[in-house]
């Protein structure tokens, strides 16, 4: 069993810069693609980045050129660099495993505010 647990959330003024990171615990991580998701209030969680076992990422387009995803397998661990924020990025965020997030991995996320 994987847990997954988010942290780095805060607030945050437009155009500042967060590091959230993602740590798996459990055996198997490194062979997981992960991705970050996020939930704005009134909204569908949407995926926001992913990174494949292999390094491969993909980003959605709401956040390309601003964001990175970047993992290191030895800490278990994935991060999403976020610069230039937006008060359209305020959402929790959440990892999960990806293509298929599982159920039982949500977490609880961590909250991040975009305001001046």
């Known amino acids: 069993q994987v847990q997954l647990v988010e942290s780095g959330g805060g607030l945050v003024q437009p155009g500042g810069s967060l590091r959230l990171s993602c740590v798996a615990s459990g055996s198997g991580f490194s062979t997981y693609g992960v991705g970050w998701y996020r939930q704005a209030p009134g909204k569908q969680r949407e995926l926001v980045a992913s990174i494949f076992n292999g390094g491969g990422t993909r980003y959605s387009d709401f956040v390309k050129g601003r964001f990175t995803i970047s993992r290191d397998n030895a800490k278990n661990t994935v991060y999403l660099q976020m610069n230039s924020l937006q008060p359209e990025d305020t959402a929790v965020y959440y990892c999960?495993?990806?293509?298929?997030?599982?159920?039982?991995?949500w977490g609880q996320g961590t909250q991040v505010t975009v305001s001046s």
């Open positions: 999960n495993t990806y293509p298929f997030p599982k159920a039982d991995y």
